[in-house]
């Protein structure tokens, strides 16, 4: 999975769409989890699901993809503004990753909550949307 990441991260890095996301999130975009003294806004990507696919010639990875994006601010704008510069950059995305195939990589569910953050200058209230993505590759 290192050369799924790997791919992940470039795409959003090389941003080839014009989506904007990771100027939005200031270049914070961690694998599993942020650092105790990330500043916000940023974004976290984890696999809750990684399941290995046969069909009787060719192997698949089943992938369920969560990118979470946090916000301190008061509003809704500024997560909206960057959960919308997320789905621009992947959903329905294609990009190239060493060793696999990408054959598809789709939204499939976004949930919206509300959160207190505690930060090094106190305890602040934000948000927090979790979104999923369906992603299916062709293992070669």
């Given at each position: 999975?290192k050369?799924?990441t ?16 990771m ?7 961690y694998?599993?989890?942020a ?32 990118i ?7 509003g ?21 990753i ?9 939204f499939?569910n ?6 207190e ?24």
């Amino acid at each position: 999975m290192k050369n799924f990441t790997t791919a992940l991260y470039l795409h959003a890095t090389t941003d080839t769409v014009g989506s904007g996301f990771m100027s939005s999130i200031g270049s914070r975009f961690y694998e599993d989890e942020a650092p105790l003294d990330a500043e916000f806004p940023y974004a976290v990507y984890s696999m809750p699901a990684n399941v290995k696919d046969w069909q009787f010639t060719e192997r698949f990875r089943d992938i369920l993809l969560q990118i979470s994006i946090f916000s301190i601010t008061s509003g809704s704008t500024e997560i909206k503004d960057i959960y919308a510069k997320l789905f621009t950059l992947y959903d329905e995305c294609t990009f190239s990753i060493t060793g696999s195939t990408l054959k598809w990589f789709w939204f499939n569910n976004l949930t919206t909550m509300k959160e207190e953050f505690t930060t090094p200058t106190g305890t602040h209230s934000g948000r927090h949307y979790a979104v999923d993505f369906d992603i299916y590759l062709e293992v070669g």
